[in-house]
C-alpha cells in the first residue's frame, strides 16, 4: 500500500472496484438491450467482444441518458465507438435493432435455451446445435432422459440414441442437469437461502463447534432471488496452517448426502498435495459445487432442487474468500487486474500476495482485504457491477 492517488471512489473510474454499482442503474431498459448483445456474442464464442459489452453495461452513468449526454457518455471509459452507435440507436428509436434480429434467430433461441440447462456452456450448445439439435426434448432424446411431464410417447426417445457418437462430448452431469433442469431454473427467494444455510451449519455444528459461515453471491449484494447459494465456510479459531478445514468438506457432504439433503455432487476439489514451493497461492479453498434439497417441511410444499456451492476457506484466509465469492464477477475481475495492475499485488479467493516477492497476506476482516489493495471499502450492495 503506498500513494493514495487515484484511489477514490468514482463513477465513472476505469476499474469497477472503484465505482458504486447498485442493483439497478437509472439505464436499466438500455442495459437490458445491450446484455441481449453481449449475451448473443457469449454464447457464438466471441469471448472479447462480449467481455467489451459486459464492461460497458459496468459502467453506470447518474441519470437516464438522453440525447445531450452523447459527448458525456462518448467519454466514459470501456464505451467505444461501436456501443456509443448503439446507445445512440437506442436513445433515437427506443430499440437497437440488432437485438430484434437476433432475439428472432431460432440458431440464438436454441443456444440460450442450452444454456439454461446445468453443464451446458456456449461450446457445448453450439456442437448440439451443429449435431442438428433445438429444443430440450431433442436434448432428452440425445442424452437419453425421460422427461417428467411427458406424454406417453415412449418409442421417441429411442430414435435418437446414438447420442455421445454425435458430438463426443461427456454427458454424466448434462443428464443429470437435464433432469432437473425445470427446478434449477427457479430462482430462488431470501429467506429459502437462509433456511438452507441454517441446515447445512446445523448439520456442521454437529460435526465441529465452533465453523462460521457467510452466505455470499448475489445474495450477499442484495438480489431479491438467486439462482443458486454460495456459502463460504471456516473456523473461528484454527491457527494458520492448521489443516482440519480439510477433513469437514468431506465429512460434511457426506452426512448431508446420508441424510438426503444433498443430492447430487457436481465437482468437488480437493486441496493440492504439494504446496511447498508457495510461489502462487497455494491451497486454502476446497469448494463442492452440489445439488441441496430441504426436507419435506409436512404443509404440503413442494420442495424445489437448488443449486448450492460450499467453499471451506483456511481462518487465515476466510475474509479473502468472502471478497472473492461476493461478485459481482466483473467487480472480482476488476480486483483482480487492479491488485495485479497498478498495485504489484496477486488477488484471488484463495489468497492475496505481493508479486517481487510472493509475501502472503492474512487480513482480518473485509475491510482490511480493501485496504491491502489500497482500495477504498465498497459494500457487497454496491458491488454489481
Ligand atoms: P455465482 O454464484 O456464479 O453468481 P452470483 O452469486 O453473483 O449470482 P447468482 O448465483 O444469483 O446467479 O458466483 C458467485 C461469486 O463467486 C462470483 O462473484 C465469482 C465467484 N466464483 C469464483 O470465485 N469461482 C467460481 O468458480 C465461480 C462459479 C464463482
Ligand atoms: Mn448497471
Ligand atoms: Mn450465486
Ligand atoms: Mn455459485
Redesign the pocket.
Known sequence: PSSRKGAGICYNHHYSCMRYSPLICPNQKLVEKLAILRRHREVEGLDIQALGYERAISVPFPRVITTNDFHEVSELPHIGRKILSKIQDFIQHGDIPECRTILNETRYQSLVLFNTVYGIGPSTARALYSSGLRTIKDLERHYGVTSRTNDSNDNASLEHLDRSTKTGLPDLSIKVGLELREELIMRIPRSEVEEIRDVVMNELAHIRSGCVSTI????R?G?I????I?IVISHKDLKPGDDQVKGLCAELIRCLYDKRLLTHVMYLSSFREHNTLRTTHWDSLQ?ALTVFILPDSGKGQKRIHRRL?LIFALPEVYHTAIV??????M??RDLRLWAKEKKGMKF??SGISRRHDSKLYFPKSEEEVFELLDLEFIEPALRNA
Not at 432471488?225 to 443458486?228: A, L, P, Q, T
Open positions: 455470499t453471491g448475489g445474495y449484494r438480489k432471488e438467486s439462482n443458486d454460495d469448494k456451492d472473492g465469492w461476493t461478485g459481482s464477477t467487480f472480482e484471488d479467493s
